[in-house]
C-alpha cells in the first residue's frame, strides 16, 4: 500500500505543478491581448479626433484668407497621418 500512496501523491504533486506553470504561461498572452485592444481602441478614436480638429479648423477657416486655411488643414493632415502611423506601429 505504501507504494500506491507514494504513487498518488506524486501525480497530485505533478497535476498541481503543471497548473502553476499553465497560469504563469498565460500571464505573456493575456498582456499581448490586452497591449493589442489599448491600440485598437487608440486607433479606433483617430479618426473621431481628425474630424473634431478639422471641424475646429473649418470654423475658424472664416477669419483667414484661402491660402492660410489650406495651408493649416494640410498641417493638421500630416499632423494626424503623423500620429496614425505612430499609433500603428506601436500596435
Known sequence: MPITDDVRKYGET?????????????????AAVGAGELAFGQLSQLPVEVQLRLRKLQAGATNLDPAHAKDAVQAATGKAIGAYGIYAAQA
Do not use: M, N, S
Open 14 to 30: 505533478v497535476l498541481e505543478q503543471g497548473k502553476v506553470a499553465l497560469d504563469e504561461a498565460r500571464k505573456p498572452w493575456f
